[in-house]
């Protein structure tokens, strides 16, 4: 309110020395009229003369009108002023009512602060006078717990020193026995002393005589001791070894008769229920062209088509004089595929160079593994298996191109995976986990023409990697006899796996390694001692052996069945099983005349 004040008598005094300057302009004016008023009447007709007075007269009534104006807001100032005072006066009485307010709030404080203090007062002497109650209540209580304690402790320490004397008088007792059994100790010892010389000497007479007895015993028997030792070893292991081919033979036909045909039919039966292709896809690694012109667009010019082809696939073509065809060579069966489709499109699209080529190989390759995964998916499906690492997956697909002797390896995986399901049913055993072990038991396949080894102890190394349970990786890695089977899933796959691979029309194997099997198979039977003739028949699945009779008797040729079967399966491998029959005939010819 001061500062609106303050402002408004500034405007004041301005508006008024404007006011003083105009009535001194004005004067200044007027004067030198009244001064020259005869002049101006002698020279009213000048046109000057009234020209300069029209002007003096426009400039007083501007003045005229500035002063009108000024004292307009003079008398509007004055009024700004009057009702600043007011409102200032009503701001002095509103100040002194807050001031008389306050006053009196604080003589009211002041009163409920001392009413205050004199309640705090007197409770804090009621408190102060219940606490040296309660002080006093708590140190009787505690001065009786302490007598009650020194009591209780006194009452210890006497009779903790009333057991000290008891042990005390314990050991002294037990010193006493200890020093008796001591003197009874030693007059033992003597007495064991004089025994222990009477029983040398008596052991030196015994060993005396016990040798002009050996010495006696040969003379009369015509032997040394080694050598009835030897002889008598010979007799208990020929005897042995007769009664162990005795006990063997009654086992097996004891086993025979109860499980040849419990076995055979839960084998039979799952392969039945299979129902399986008798022969499965291989892959195709020719590619028939639409004419011979197209070899040479192939090739390209100076090569230069077929260089590329190898570089950006990896895959060997080769291109001879078999008419409208080629042949794609490469060890890794999904790189041959992709190669294979890649010239395929070529050819379909007709234009074939270089930068083509990386193009449909990129389509291709592309395809190619859409095509393993959906195959992986679909085996998956039928198998029953849902929760798979996706990295096993995609080399699950991979096998999609991969063959065994002629026999795809992902449907092998799938048909062993059902006879597997099917014999752990008959067996009553977990079928998940046992086809889970048989359908992983051939995933190291997948890698075989990159990491060095056997299938099975990479494809054991692949499921530990990628969490698989124990009983799989032991399954896998035990199929081949790598790690002897320790776990019935292990059995189980290995029956499996031999079921699907041995069944007749699965696979295929060259003439030279089927012959190089049977010559084998020969010379290990004709090896054998009493051996006559050797016969392969079935294709090598059986073998007849034809032995001397007065050189091995019946148990002999148990016995000899026995270690050529053993040593075949050490160190042959083949699919299905061998049987090994031993024939031993007697015949006595006698001429009549």
């Known amino acids: 309110m001061t ?9 004041v005094v301005i508006l008024a020395g404007l006011v003083a300057v105009g009535l001194v302009i004005v004067l200044r004016t007027v004067r030198p009229l009244r001064r020259g008023g005869v002049r101006q009447a002698a020279d009213v007709a000048d046109p000057a003369f009234l020209a300069e007075k ?13 002063a009108d104006e000024a004292t307009s807001a003079v008398d509007a100032a004055r009024a700004q002023a009057t009702t600043a005072r007011t409102e200032a006066a009503a701001a002095k009485a509103e100040a002194t009512a807050a001031r008389a ?10 009163t409920e602060a001392d009413t205050i203090l004199e309640r705090a007062h007197r409770q804090a ?71 222990e010389t009477s029983l040398a000497g008596r052991e030196q007479i015994l060993a005396e005589l016990e040798e002009d007895r050996r010495r006696e015993l040969e ?47 839960i084998v039979v039966d799952a392969i039945q229920r299979v129902a399986s292709e008798q022969t499965a896809e291989s892959v195709v690694s020719v590619l028939h062209l639409p004419s011979d012109e197209m070899k040479g667009r192939i090739i390209g010019r100076e090569g230069r088509n077929i260089r590329a082809f190898e570089s950006v696939t990896g895959v060997n073509l080769i291109i001879d004089d078999t008419p409208e065809a080629v042949l794609l060579s490469c060890f890794d069966p999904v790189r041959r595929e992709i190669g294979r489709l890649t010239l395929e499109k070529l050819i379909l699209d007709g234009r074939i160079h270089p930068h083509r080529i990386e193009e449909v190989f990129d389509l291709a390759k592309q395809e190619v593994e859409r095509l393993c995964l959906r195959a992986a998916e679909d085996a998956l499906v039928e198998v029953g298996i849902t929760d798979l690492h996706p990295e096993l997956v995609a080399l699950l697909g991979r096998l999609r191109y991969r063959t065994s002797y002629g026999q795809n390896v992902l449907k092998h995986l799938v048909e062993t995976a059902h006879i597997a399901g099917v014999m752990a049913a008959e067996l009553g055993l977990d079928t998940t986990l046992i086809k889970r072990c048989a359908f992983l038991h051939d995933i190291g396949k997948a890698l075989t023409h ?27 890695e035990a199929h081949h006899n790598e790690v002897p089977p320790q776990t019935i899933e292990a059995v189980l796959t290995q029956a499996s796996d031999a079921c699907s691979g041995g069944r007749p029309g699965a696979r295929r194997e060259s003439l030279e390694v089927y012959v190089k099997r049977l010559e084998r198979i020969e010379e290990i039977a004709g090896g054998k001692a009493g051996v006559e003739k ?4 079935q294709a ?17 040729a148990a016995v000899l069945a026995r270690d050529v079967a053993k040593q075949i399966e050490e160190e042959l491998t083949y699919p299905g099983q061998i049987r090994v029959t031993v024939v031993r005939e007697s015949r006595v010819t006698e001429i009549a005349r």
């Open 534 to 537: 050797v016969f392969a028949m």
């Open 219 to 265: 003379r009369i028997a015509g032997l040394t001791g080694d050598a009835a030792r030897l002889e008598l070893v010979e007799m208990i292991e020929n005897q042995a070894k007769r009664e162990a081919a005795l006990l063997v033979r009654d086992i097996e036909a004891e086993a025979r008769a109860t499980a040849d045909q419990r076995a055979r039919h």
């Open 125 to 195: 002497e009621q408190d102060a006078e219940q606490a040296r109650l309660t002080a006093r209540r708590t140190g009787e209580r505690e001065i009786a717990m302490l007598t009650a304690t020194a009591r209780e402790q006194s009452a210890d320490a006497e009779r903790r020193q009333q057991r000290l004397d008891e042990r005390e008088r314990l050991l002294v007792e037990e010193a006493e026995r200890l020093a008796e059994r001591d003197r009874r100790i030693s007059a033992a010892q003597v007495d064991l002393t004089g025994r």
């Open 540 to 556: 090598g699945r059986e073998i007849r052996v034809m032995v001397k009779p007065d050189d091995v008797d019946d148990i002999g």
């Open 54 to 66: 029209d002007r003096q007269e426009q400039s007083l009534a501007a003045l005229r009108d500035a």
């Open 3 to 11: 500062v609106v004040v303050m402002l408004l008598v500034g405007v």
């Open 450 to 476: 990159e990491v060095e080894g056997s299938h099975a102890l990479i494809g054991a190394d692949l499921a530990r990697k990628y969490g698989e349970a124990d009983e799989v990786v032991h399954a896998i």
């Open 101 to 110: 307010e306050a006053q009196r709030v604080l003589a009211a404080a002041h």
